[in-house]
């Protein structure tokens, strides 16, 4: 004892509690980390593009879907989550429409590597079939292209490709939009389905702009109701077949 003090660690009691405080911390430990893991943010957003067919007597007619339709018929695995995910979580269609797995497919984004969600719209149509549809991540296939990406940068071109000769990139109807992930707590995902029945067919916006917009946004608002451009008198809003999904990004 120096001037009265006990120097630290001299006492048995001191060195008793301190060997007790340290054995309550090491059984917390695992406790907390584990605590810790769970309450951390998802790191990947898996965005599943779901594309279906109908070929009847009359016409050729795909659309595609990234967030279930209103209605439940068609569906779309798009999720955050701790997984990579592999395979397209898509359902099977309703009778008239079928999924073509070809032109399906899934990205996964990590909400890590960058400030900014940039979904790549890209629009591809053929003439001989007189049908458009839509990627906002790559076909199975590779054929159609799209470059949807999470990074530092804010895209304001999309990054589509050129078709596969019988279907041709629409630069006019393809978009780009960026999404500040610091924003809010939510990237709400807004699917625009329009249709065409003088020409017998549908196609989709997630990034559109004008007559043929899609709300898609980051908020701190979980939306439940897509927001939609009116279509035109050639393309009509089709309510049932849009829909929004918000995934948390905290």
Same mark, same amino acid.
């Given at each position: 004892?120096?001037?009265?003090?006990?120097?630290?660690?001299?006492?048995?009691?001191?060195?008793?509690?301190?060997?007790?405080?340290?054995?309550?911390?090491?059984?917390?430990?695992?406790?907390?980390?584990? *605590?810790?893991?769970?309450?951390?943010?998802?790191?990947?957003? %898996?965005?599943?593009?779901?594309?279906?067919?109908? &070929?009847?007597?009359?016409?050729?007619?795909?659309?595609?879907?990234?967030?279930?339709?209103?209605?439940?018929?068609?569906?779309?695995?798009?999720?955050?989550?701790?997984?990579?995910?592999?395979?397209?979580?898509?359902?099977?269609?309703?009778?008239?429409?079928?999924?073509?797995?070809?032109?399906?497919? $899934?990205?996964?984004?990590?909400?890590?590597?960058?400030?900014?969600?940039?979904?790549?719209?890209?629009?591809?149509?053929?003439?001989?079939?007189? %049908?458009?549809?839509?990627?906002?991540?790559?076909?199975? #296939?590779?054929?159609?292209?799209?470059?949807?990406? $999470?990074? =530092?940068?804010?895209?304001?071109?999309?990054?589509?490709?050129?078709?596969?000769? %019988?279907?041709?990139?629409?630069? *006019?109807?393809?978009? &780009?939009?960026?999404?500040?992930?610091?924003?809010?707590?939510?990237? %709400?995902?807004?699917?625009?389905?329009?249709?065409?029945?003088?020409?017998? #067919?549908?196609?989709?916006?997630?990034?559109?702009?004008?007559?043929?917009?899609?709300?898609?946004?980051?908020?701190?608002?979980?939306?439940?109701?897509?927001?939609?451009?009116? =279509?035109?008198?050639?393309?009509?809003?089709?309510?049932?077949?849009?829909?929004?999904?918000?995934?948390?990004?905290?």
């Amino acid at each position: 004892m120096a001037g009265g003090v006990l120097a630290p660690g001299a006492h048995p009691v001191h060195k008793r509690l301190t060997a007790a405080l340290g054995v309550v911390a090491l059984s917390l430990g695992p406790g907390l980390a584990d *605590a810790a893991a769970a309450e951390a943010p998802a790191p990947y957003l %898996n965005l599943h593009q779901c594309l279906y067919y109908s &070929a009847s007597a009359s016409a050729s007619d795909h659309f595609t879907t990234f967030v279930p339709s209103r209605d439940g018929r068609f569906l779309a695995g798009t999720n955050v989550s701790g997984t990579v995910d592999r395979t397209p979580g898509c359902g099977g269609g309703d009778g008239n429409f079928g999924l073509v797995p070809l032109l399906s497919g $899934v990205k996964t984004l990590d909400l890590r590597s960058g400030r900014y969600l940039n979904p790549h719209q890209c629009t591809y149509y053929s003439s001989s079939a007189d %049908n458009y549809f839509n990627t906002v991540v790559p076909s199975s #296939d590779g054929r159609f292209a799209a470059g949807t990406n $999470v990074s =530092g940068t804010a895209d304001r071109t999309p990054g589509c490709g050129s078709g596969d000769g %019988n279907y041709f990139l629409v630069p *006019a109807l393809s978009y &780009a939009r960026t999404l500040d992930l610091t924003a809010g707590a939510h990237v %709400n995902l807004h699917q625009c389905l329009y249709y065409s029945a003088a020409h017998t #067919d549908h196609f989709t916006t997630v990034a559109g702009d004008g007559p043929y917009a899609a709300g898609s946004d980051v908020s701190g608002t979980a939306d439940t109701t897509p927001d939609c451009g009116p =279509g035109t008198a050639a393309y009509e809003s089709i309510p049932l077949l849009s829909g929004a999904k918000p995934l948390p990004l905290r």
